[in-house]
């Protein structure tokens, strides 16, 4: 069992900073569907300059995100459908063509650590202990009263950007470096979108991110024990129980819960 | 302002329009340091873009303006962060520059503040959402105090307070007048203003029309100057119909904001015609003049439909296939009527239902009303438009705070509705 | 007539980009476009594959378009998608009928959880959708390996449908009914009275209520719509080309609806083209990467730049 959580721990990294990422980005207002493809991007990056590779990708991709959405005011949803399509496209094409120069591995794995533990700790000052988070929470909740007060929603949506481009493109360099031995296509399998649910699951806490990602990873971990205890059919309703839960969370059952008031609204 | 005081704000021969409409019309007056002064008249007599214009929040179309640098304003609308607790909001307006704060030293920090305004406000960990509507105004005030402004600008403060809370505010305000803060005071209610205000500015129609810094003006001559033209609506009234036991067009005025909306919502069923005063959300702009038309009658024969109504409501359109949202607002103010009034409505609730239109609309829109009444529907005519009610109704009642007045014939209206809309009666 | 010309010159400037994204690889620009143009269009066989490709892409468009109509993002058209192949191969013995009405009535319900869930606890239907959609895709894991798996248990996937669909010439049925359903849903949308309130309903609901709209109701109705016609989507996707259900049935559907709903303008009629486009261009990368070694994840890329135009270019004209 322990070495079932250890496993989890580990592999569910790249989960966890996606989910802190994207926790921060939400709390400022914004839903970004295109974090699965930041993190596929940064990936990509990682396999080809490391850690800084990775972390330009996903700068790169936030960018965009926040050229369509905070100054172009397109449509969250469908920048972020647009962005995950594009780098999905875009790095297989690379992929097949560049012939995978690939960065080193990672022999000791400090991003683990990073995402348990330091992540954590920074992002529950920066946003509850800070007069900067008390901004970046405002422009989630209600950017008018935050313009009435002389403050630029913009300006800490785009903060928000580059912290989660920040923290996505550590868990892209963990994705490719640390868990394999460089890029592959689609290798993000979906887990941008799984980093949605937990904020969610999360009630957009730090706490509950954490708590989050470590019951959907284990959840995903214990797959492969069921499979190999040969309870291979189980295992897909198990995988389906946290998204039910989730939902379960999104519609108050479980108690209050509140989504950032101005989530997924433009700035005009 | 009297001849010690130096003038804090001064401004000469201000005038803003709003396309055909005069918001402020060669608007001159000054305010001395200070002095408290009550600026009122009807909703859309200008006071709020006035005072929008002295605190730099809009441009004035022409004449000068000399003000403070630090100007505290609160508007009639909050600008509170709901979800955030009373502190967080503090800190959210007068922290300028990064620091570490944790939630308890915030709150702190948050109740010295709140000491040194003199309000009272306990318990800092509220959030704005769950204060009540005075403790929302109180906090809205105490922001606008911590920043030590030479010119407060209070924007329609008590209109959402208790008595008990309106007394605390007036207490508040003359201390700071006492310290040397100007304060000008936007409200609609005569005894309220002159509770506290030395010298009061009426403004009606983006005009000043009376200021008692020129003396010997009574509460009810400022009432009569505020509301206007009522004796000239009274005199061209139409012969009076023999009284029914409930008349066909009732009026229901009051200045704006005293529970009107809450009232239009609660007697609006789902077979009620209704035309709301929430203009910009009448019609749908992006459809047609005969889609909008459809919406309440049906595809079927909607293009005919819409053809008829258009030649009998004299709606200015290329036709029934313009699309609504390019209609003036006097047209788009037709449509709605065409709208609801064709499928005879049993009950007709109309809100403010001339309000910016040009006279012609008007005349049209009340020649409208008075025949679906005559027609045999009740009609609900809220407005704050006297000249209108007595112009139209049958019958009258005022709605001050919520509260209905006893139902009045006109000839009784004439001589009381001032005083209840301005609650003095 | 304007927005059609946006769409026309969203799709050019795709191709545009993605010759150019070629050549900086070193491939002739002009060789991968011919290639795609051949692989697409080029043969009756090519076209048949392109045909067969659009029919998933046009439903789950049509579902966006139908839920963004009435003010809703429908972003679970996967998770319909797959609810409604389910129903469709249960439902698959009692005919073809059957089982397009039962997945019809599936992906209605599973859309509806929905817009349910919008309903009585104001959850938003863009998270509550992504949610149902990973609960969609493993409960079809979980049929494909358990319940449902091949008599033969050989691998994970269901035994073939009962009934399939024919095919008229070369091409199967479910070509000729998707565009049927297309027009069907514009004049739903555009001929008549529900329509006109869905829309209402979406451009502005505020002013739909003062008309006397239900809107709440309206969106219930608008989504359960939305789900159907995805719903659909998965029948004729099972019982016309793969007749087996497997894991990555649906893969990506969803959220290439939502590239063909905005390219084609929302609109549905305009969706048949977008479609069409975007199934040529699927077909044709395949094309592609068998005969010049060219990634045909180059489909997905220009469905990317498509968008990122149309976006683009709606903002110029929103601020002219």
């Known amino acids: ?268 | 302002m009297g001849p010690t005081t130096r003038a804090m704000l001064s401004l000469r021969g201000i005038t803003k329009s709003f396309g055909a409409t005069r918001a402020a019309d060669d608007v001159t007056f000054s305010v001395g340091s200070g002095e408290i002064v009550g600026l009122i008249g009807e909703n859309g007599a200008g006071k709020t873009t006035l005072m929008r214009i002295v605190a730099g929040e809009m441009a004035a179309d022409s004449g000068e303006i000399v003000a403070p640098p630090r100007i505290g304003m609160v508007h009639q609308h909050f600008a509170l962060v709901s979800h955030f607790s009373i502190a967080e909001n503090l800190a959210l307006a007068s922290e300028r520059d990064f620091r570490f704060v944790s939630s308890h030293r915030l709150e702190r920090e948050a109740e010295t503040t709140i000491r040194e305004s003199g309000i009272d406000l306990p318990d800092v960990s509220r959030r704005a959402s769950d204060l009540s509507v005075g403790e929302r105004a109180k906090l809205e005030l105490i922001k606008a105090v911590t920043s030590d402004p030479e010119l407060l600008i209070l924007d329609e403060p008590t209109s959402v307070l208790t008595p008990i809370e309106c007394a605390g505010l007036f207490r508040l305000m003359r201390r700071l007048a006492a310290s040397g803060t100007t304060i000008v005071f936007i409200s609609h209610k005569i005894p309220e203003v002159m509770e506290v205000a030395e010298r009061l500015v009426v403004m009606r129609r983006g005009e000043v029309v009376a200021d008692t810094s020129a003396p010997g003006l009574t509460a009810d001559e400022i009432a009569e100057t505020m509301v206007g033209g009522v004796d000239a609506g009274f005199s061209r009234q139409r012969e009076s119909k023999p009284r029914t036991p409930a008349p066909p067009l009732l009026a229901i005025v009051g200045v704006a904001g005293n529970g009107q909306r809450e009232l239009a919502e609660t007697l609006r069923g789902a077979n009620t015609a209704f035309i709301p005063e929430d203009r910009a959300n009448a019609l749908i702009a992006e459809m047609t003049i005969a889609e909008n038309i459809a919406l309440r009658n049906g595809r079927r024969g909607a293009r005919e439909r819409a053809e008829r109504l258009i030649e009998s409501y004299r709606i200015k359109a290329t036709g029934p296939g313009q699309l609504a949202g390019t209609l003036s607002g006097g047209n788009q103010q037709k449509v709605v009527l065409a709208r609801e009034l064709d499928r005879r409505p049993k009950l007709l609730i109309a809100s403010e239902p001339t309000r910016g239109l040009d006279i012609e609309a008007t005349r049209f829109v009340h020649e409208q009303l008075r025949r679906a009444a005559d027609d045999g529907a009740e009609v609900l005519l809220i407005t704050s438009d006297l000249g209108e009610a007595f112009k139209l109704a049958d019958a009258i009642q005022v709605i001050y705070r919520g509260k209905l007045s006893p139902r009045m014939s006109r000839e009784e209206a004439a001589t009381r509705v001032a005083k209840l809309m301005a609650g003095i009666a | 007539m304007k927005r059609a010309l946006v769409a026309a010159a969203a799709s050019a400037a795709s191709l545009a980009l993605l010759a150019f994204v070629a050549a900086t690889f070193g491939h002739s620009p002009l060789l991968v476009l011919r290639t795609l143009f051949e692989g697409s269009i080029g043969s009756s066989f090519a076209i048949e594959g392109t045909l067969t490709k659009s029919v998933p892409l046009l439903l789950t468009g049509l579902s966006v378009v139908i839920a963004f109509r009435a003010g809703a993002w429908n972003i679970g058209a996967e998770g319909q998608f797959i609810a409604g192949a389910i129903a469709a191969l249960l439902a698959s013995r009692f005919g073809n009928v059957a089982a397009i009405l039962a997945a019809a009535i599936a992906g209605a319900a599973w859309a509806s959880i929905a817009s349910l869930m919008r309903l009585w606890r104001n959850a938003p239907e863009v998270l509550t959708t992504i949610l149902l959609n990973f609960i969609a895709i493993h409960l079809l894991g979980w049929c494909v390996n358990g319940p449902l798996r091949e008599a033969s248990g050989q691998y994970p996937q269901s035994d073939p449908a009962s009934s399939s669909l024919p095919a008229i010439g070369s091409v199967y049925v479910g070509v000729p009914l998707s565009i049927v359903i297309a027009v069907a849903m514009w004049w739903l949308l555009y001929r008549t009275t529900e329509g006109l309130r869905l829309r209402a309903t979406g451009f502005n609901a505020g002013a739909a209520r003062y008309a006397g709209i239900n809107t709440g109701w309206q969106l219930f109705r608008a989504m359960a719509i939305s789900g159907a016609v995805a719903g659909i989507g998965g029948a004729f996707e099972l019982l016309g080309v793969t007749h087996r259900l497997f894991e990555r049935f649906a893969a990506g559907y969803g959220y290439s609806g939502i590239a063909v709903a905005l390219l084609g303008q929302l609109h549905p009629l305009a969706n048949i083209a977008s479609a069409l486009f975007f199934a040529a261009l699927t077909t044709g990368a395949g094309e592609l990467q068998r005969s010049a070694g060219i990634s045909s994840a180059i489909a997905t890329l220009g469905q990317a730049m498509a968008i990122l135009v149309v976006i683009a270019v709606s903002w110029r004209r929103r601020n002219a």
């Open chain 1, 1 to 268: 069992m322990l070495s079932v959580i250890a496993l989890a721990v580990v592999a569910s990294t790249p989960l966890l900073l996606c989910v802190e990422g994207e926790l921060v980005v939400q709390r400022s207002g914004m839903i970004n569907l295109g974090v699965e493809g930041m993190l596929l991007a940064a990936a990509f990056g990682a396999s080809i300059g490391g850690v800084s590779g990775a972390v330009a990708a996903a700068v790169f991709v936030a960018f965009l995100f926040g050229l369509f959405t905070i100054v172009l005011d397109a449509d969250q949803i469908v920048t972020g459908t647009a962005l995950n399509l594009l780098v999905l496209g875009g790095t297989s094409l690379a992929y097949r063509e560049m012939q995978s120069r690939t960065a080193q591995p990672i022999r000791l794995d400090l991003i683990t650590p990073v995402a348990w533990i330091v992540a954590p700790i920074v992002l529950a000052v920066l946003l509850w202990s800070t007069t900067t988070g008390l901004r970046l929470r405002a422009a989630g909740e209600d950017p008018n009263a935050m313009r009435a007060a002389r403050w630029s929603p913009a300006r800490y949506r785009w903060m928000a950007l580059a912290i989660e481009a920040v923290l996505v493109g550590l868990a892209g360099t963990h994705l490719a470096l640390a868990q394999s031995n460089g890029f592959a296509e689609n290798m993000s399998a979906g887990r941008g979108f799984i980093a949605l649910s937990v904020v969610i699951f999360g009630r957009w806490s730090v706490r509950g991110s954490i708590a989050g990602t470590a019951l959907f990873g284990i959840a995903a971990a214990l797959q492969y024990a069921l499979q190999a205890a040969n309870q291979g059919i189980a295992f897909h309703l198990l995988l389906a129980t946290p998204y039910v839960v989730t939902l379960l969370i999104l519609c108050g059952v479980t108690g209050r819960v509140r989504a950032p008031e101005a989530l997924g609204k433009s700035l005009r």
